[in-house]
């Protein structure tokens, strides 16, 4: 008899699993329908031996010290700063937008001082900020808009950016320095051996048993278990009752190149031209030293893996549903990026998870507590 059944073995999945088999002696059946544990974080050496990530490249950074230091108990990391530049009018620029950028696209030596001053004078003032639109023009104004952000977000969503809530790219930051990293996190690091390698060292406890290749409801019935613990799609476990929550899928193509590099930085992005979005150089990620690298082009498209839940009010709405059939439903937890519709990063996950065992554990020693035990 199994105590719980876990549906994915990405990161929401594979912290259930780690926290209840090593705390609190649970025995748990973890099931994956994929060939491989790790979820979208999942890395594996391709054919020419260069360390991919096969569902597109994940940077970790945090500012939570608790999901740094949990996960640091499955892998050493190496620090690394992640940096993307943007292919804007013929010449690669830094992104996020900072001093550096708007002096060379517009050929001026303007200082930090001065840049506040010069995105004001193209900012349009909004009373109400209420779409992705928005907090872009009224931050930098429409040219740089029109240069760096519409065309890819409408690549990426196949929106308009004036369809898309503002969270979309609230969070896009405007440096009026020359800082060019992509994030600020305190905690910026990737596991020095890869993803899979830390997820193995997760999941190698002797009360957790994996089963991959296989979709829970082909065994369901067949396996005793007392509680769920879902980080699939919330619609697909109640049968799309309400409808399906709509999610924007990518398509990836790799190619190796048979030189040392590929180009100047980890990411470059393609706003205005190409059907891709980006293009990834492996090798900056993970600090593999090989003689050839790996590259990866994103291509956005509507069908495929449910990749991003799409931020529009009406889906929320729509999750919303679905999230009060879930509380209703005993003896199953939904947590993760899928179970919850939510664009969450790595570390949000990890932490959505550890919240989740905690309430779990308090809930079961209250529940001994009223039994006497
Ligand atoms: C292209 C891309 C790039 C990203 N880059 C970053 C990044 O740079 N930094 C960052 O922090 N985050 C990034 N993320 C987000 C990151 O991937 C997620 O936060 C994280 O993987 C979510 O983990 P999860 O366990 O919730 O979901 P998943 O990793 O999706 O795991 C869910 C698992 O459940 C399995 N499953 C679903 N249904 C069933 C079923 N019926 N039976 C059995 N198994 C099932 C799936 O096969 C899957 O393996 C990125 C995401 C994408 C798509």
Not at 115 to 125: H, M
Not at 212 to 223: F, H, S, V
């Given at each position: 008899m199994?105590?719980?059944l876990?549906v994915?073995a990405?990161?929401a999945?594979?912290?259930?699993?780690?926290?209840?088999a090593a705390?609190a002696g649970k025995?748990?059946l973890?099931?994956d329908?994929r060939m491989h544990i790790g979820?979208?974080a999942?890395?594996?050496?391709?054919?020419?031996g260069?360390?991919?990530h096969?569902?597109?490249?994940?940077?970790f950074?945090?500012?939570?010290?608790e999901?740094?230091?949990?996960l640091s108990?499955?892998t050493?990391?190496?620090?690394?700063?992640h940096?993307?530049?943007?292919w804007?009018?013929?010449?690669?620029?830094?992104?996020?937008?900072?001093?550096?950028t708007i002096?060379?696209?517009?050929?001026?030596?303007?200082t930090?001082?001065?840049l506040?001053q010069f995105?004001?004078k193209?900012a349009e003032k909004?009373a109400?900020?209420?779409?992705?639109e928005?907090?872009i023009v009224?931050k930098?104004g429409?040219e740089?808009y029109e240069?760096?952000f519409r065309n890819?977000?409408r690549?990426q969503w196949d929106l308009?950016?004036?369809e898309?809530?503002?969270a979309v790219?609230?969070r896009?930051?405007v440096r009026?320095?020359?800082d060019d990293?992509?994030f600020t996190?305190t905690?910026?690091?990737m596991?020095?051996y890869?993803?899979?390698?830390?997820f193995?060292k997760?999941?190698?406890?002797?009360?957790i048993k994996?089963l991959?290749n296989?979709d829970y409801r082909?065994?369901?019935?067949?396996?005793?278990?007392?509680?769920?613990i879902y980080?699939g799609?919330?619609?697909?476990?109640?049968d799309?009752r309400?409808g399906?929550?709509p999610?924007?899928s990518?398509e990836?193509?790799?190619?190796?190149?048979?030189k040392?590099r590929?180009?100047?930085?980890?990411?470059?992005?393609?706003?205005?031209?190409?059907l891709y979005?980006?293009v990834t150089?492996?090798?900056?990620?993970?600090?593999?030293?090989?003689?050839k690298?790996s590259?990866v082009y994103e291509?956005p498209?509507?069908s495929?893996d449910?990749?991003?839940?799409?931020?529009?009010?009406?889906?929320t709405?729509?999750?919303r549903k679905?999230?009060?059939?879930?509380?209703?439903?005993h003896?199953?937890?939904?947590v993760?990026?899928?179970?919850?519709?939510?664009?969450?990063?790595?570390?949000?996950v990890v932490?959505?998870a550890?919240?989740?065992?905690s309430?779990?554990?308090s809930?079961s020693?209250?529940?001994?507590?009223?039994?006497g035990?």
């Amino acid at each position: 008899m199994f105590d719980y059944l876990i549906v994915g073995a990405g990161f929401a999945g594979s912290v259930m699993a780690e926290r209840l088999a090593a705390d609190a002696g649970k025995k748990i059946l973890i099931i994956d329908k994929r060939m491989h544990i790790g979820g979208n974080a999942y890395d594996h050496h391709d054919d020419a031996g260069v360390l991919v990530h096969k569902y597109g490249p994940h940077i970790f950074h945090t500012n939570s010290r608790e999901v740094f230091e949990y996960l640091s108990r499955f892998t050493e990391w190496r620090q690394y700063q992640h940096r993307v530049q943007a292919w804007v009018d013929g010449q690669l620029l830094p992104i996020p937008i900072n001093l550096e950028t708007i002096n060379r696209m517009y050929g001026l030596k303007l200082t930090s001082f001065e840049l506040p001053q010069f995105f004001e004078k193209f900012a349009e003032k909004r009373a109400v900020v209420k779409t992705s639109e928005d907090v872009i023009v009224s931050k930098v104004g429409r040219e740089l808009y029109e240069k760096f952000f519409r065309n890819y977000t409408r690549k990426q969503w196949d929106l308009d950016p004036s369809e898309l809530d503002a969270a979309v790219t609230a969070r896009v930051p405007v440096r009026t320095n020359n800082d060019d990293r992509y994030f600020t996190d305190t905690y910026q690091a990737m596991p020095k051996y890869g993803y899979t390698r830390m997820f193995e060292k997760m999941l190698a406890h002797p009360n957790i048993k994996v089963l991959l290749n296989t979709d829970y409801r082909e065994i369901q019935k067949a396996i005793p278990y007392n509680e769920i613990i879902y980080t699939g799609p919330v619609d697909e476990y109640f049968d799309y009752r309400y409808g399906r929550l709509p999610y924007r899928s990518l398509e990836f193509k790799f190619e190796t190149v048979n030189k040392d590099r590929h180009q100047p930085v980890a990411v470059i992005n393609y706003p205005n031209d190409y059907l891709y979005t980006r293009v990834t150089e492996f090798k900056y990620l993970t600090g593999q030293e090989h003689h050839k690298t790996s590259i990866v082009y994103e291509y956005p498209k509507a069908s495929g893996d449910p990749y991003y839940p799409i931020p529009r009010s009406e889906n929320t709405e729509l999750y919303r549903k679905y999230q009060m059939l879930a509380a209703a439903t005993h003896g199953v937890y939904f947590v993760g990026r899928l179970a919850t519709y939510k664009y969450y990063n790595m570390d949000q996950v990890v932490a959505q998870a550890l919240t989740l065992y905690s309430k779990i554990t308090s809930q079961s020693r209250q529940e001994a507590l009223a039994h006497g035990a």
